[in-house]
T-cell receptor, first 109, second 117 residues
Framework: GQNIDQPTEMTATEGAIVQINCTYQTSGFNGLFWYQQHAGEAPTFLSYNVLDGLEEKGRFSSFLSRSKGYSYLLLKELQMKDSASYLCAPMDSNYQLIWGAGTKLIIKP | GAVVSQHPSWVICKSGTSVKIECRSLDFQATTMFWYRQFPKQSLMLMATSNEGSKATYEQGVEKDKFLINHASLTLSTLTVTSAHPEDSSFYIC?????????????FGPGTRLTVT
């Protein structure tokens, strides 16, 4: 079956660094997306990895290991506005996104 | 600017009535649009895949006669919740895949919050 595993909730301090891990199992693989979702809003795109390695984009970086079925999202210099849910969503062989419940990130001053 | 719009952004309706939600691709043609539903503190649940000019493909457990999808043009898909009940209250989100685009090019609408009283 298809499965996503992320921590339910994480807490970090403003200005710090946090890493959100994701393990997945899918039927085929066409890349992995990370989305940010604020409460009551639709997801917004953060990153897309299809090859192994680290993709850096400003304060956010995403890493993928296809052989391990593992990805992480790294957020640096945390700001209060980064408080949100972070969704790891691999894309299966039918180009369908597989969603977990996401990780709720709480930033404290 | 916004790539995908949804209308209305929120709606309150009485039990037993029908509600239509529109999803528009503003910047490009979209052969495929996806409809999701999200209950509070839960993951997005794919309801159906909407293909322009053909019948939508519904996910297991989603009643096609209750959730009517029409994708009549390359820029517009509609979801009609028929005979709505309080348990249909949810956040409905569409996403759009650009025709001929890479898997990367999938964009979400802002969502529609439906409350059935």
């Amino acid at each position: 079956g298809q499965n996503i595993d992320q921590p339910t909730e994480m807490t970090a301090t403003e200005g710090a660094i946090v890493q959100i891990n994701c393990t997945y199992q899918t039927s085929g693989f066409n890349g992995l997306f990370w989305y940010q979702q604020h409460a009551g809003e639709a997801p917004t795109f953060l990153s897309y990895n299809v090859l192994d390695g680290l993709e850096e984009k400003g304060r956010f970086s995403s890493f993928l290991s296809r052989s391990k079925g593992y990805s992480y999202l790294l957020l640096k210099e945390l700001q209060m506005k980064d408080s949100a849910s972070y969704l790891c969503a691999p894309m299966d062989s039918n180009y369908q996104l597989i969603w977990g419940a996401g990780t709720k990130l709480i930033i404290k001053p | 600017g916004a790539v995908v719009s949804q209308h209305p952004s929120w709606v309150i309706c009485k039990s037993g009535t029908s509600v239509k939600i529109e999803c528009r691709s503003l910047d490009f043609q979209a052969t495929t649009m996806f409809w999701y539903r999200q209950f509070p503190k839960q993951s997005l649940m794919l309801m159906a895949t909407s293909n322009e000019g053909s019948k939508a493909t519904y996910e297991q457990g989603v009643e096609k006669d209750k959730f009517l999808i029409n994708h009549a043009s390359l820029t517009l898909s509609t979801l009609t919740v028929t005979s709505a009940h309080p348990e249909d209250s949810s956040f409905y989100i569409c996403s759009v895949h650009r025709t001929g685009g890479t898997p990367y090019e999938q964009y979400f609408g802002p969502g529609t919050r439906l409350t059935v009283t």
